[in-house]
């Protein structure tokens, strides 16, 4: 069974840092692009950040470029976003996701493994 399982979420002052972890089980991340998504209330779910399943290729939403990372360490089976100079808008569930493509740049859509989410809240 596929299980996609995040931690790392929390309140943090504006300004401030997190860095958010996703671990899988059940397959290998190999042979998948992985992603970041979030959804803050009333707002539907929006891509972040996405990465190739080499690891080569990565993509950023505008709203977060240059301020988040995404990397990913296959030999772990993990997926990790560092996020810096959090403001509030940056506030919602962050989920990470799976999609099953060697190609690239995979579309959002093609995200069909989903963890249960992270809360992350930037306030003072």
């Known amino acids: 069974q596929l299980q996609l399982v995040e931690s790392g979420g929390g309140l943090v002052q504006p300004g401030g840092s997190l860095r958010l972890s996703c671990a899988a089980s059940?397959?290998?991340?190999?042979?998948?692009?992985l992603g970041w998504f979030r959804q803050a209330p009333g707002k539907e779910r929006e891509g972040v950040s996405r990465?190739?399943?080499?690891?080569?290729?990565?993509h950023y939403a505008d709203s977060v470029k240059g301020r988040f990372t995404i990397s990913r360490d296959n030999a772990k089976n993990a997926v990790y976003l560092q996020m810096n100079s959090l403001k509030p808008e940056d506030t919602a569930v962050y989920y990470c996701?799976?999609?099953?493509?060697?190609?690239?740049?995979?579309?959002?859509?093609?995200?069909?493994?989903w963890g249960q989410g992270t809360q992350v809240t930037v306030s003072s």
């Open positions: 059940g397959f290998t991340l190999n042979y998948y692009t």
């Open positions: 990465i190739s399943s080499s690891g080569g290729a990565t």
């Open positions: 996701a799976a999609a099953p493509s060697w190609s690239w740049p995979v579309p959002w859509s093609a995200f069909n493994s």
